[in-house]
């Protein structure tokens, strides 16, 4: 009876992970058609399409051997200034994890492109992990490289937002309650 109780904690553990997972979106930045400079892709609009929270992932597709990804500050995003980025990004596929309320700016560092449109401002003002807002915003961290599902099951990969931590709170009890037998 023992062992039967402990692969039930065991599963019940892996399901909350497994849960917990799915508890971010995966946006493909400008969609299918990528980061780029054809079509005139309105990247404003793009982004004030979606609702971004703490968590979500946002990817970059673009030809890298025409392309970059650059994190920059505000100042630089208005003016285009690609000089000294806060990060920098160029593999044609890059994830990057919001692990922050507020803005989060991207250019395209090839001249030409950010004036022609090729920048996104990115603006999380929903948290997952705190209802208390943030004084000031803070900069993305890069994600673990990690593969994201494609674009189009971003939506289905939303779980019920907060959900998540009392479910962890139950699967603790549960395997706390079963192990202790």
Known sequence: MASVSRVFAVVVALM?????????????VGDSAGWTTIGNINYKEWAATKTFHVGDVITFVYGAQFHNVLRVTHAMYR??????????????NDSITIKTKGHHFFVCGVPGHCQAGQKVDINVRHSLTSPTPSALPSPTEIAAKTPVPSPNMAASLKFVKGQSSLLGLIAIATLVFFVSD
């Open 16 to 28: 909350v992970v497994m849960l917990q997972v799915s508890n971010a979106t995966v946006y493909k």
């Open 79 to 92: 003016s285009c200034n690609a000089s000294v980025p806060l990060e920098s990004f160029s593999t044609g």
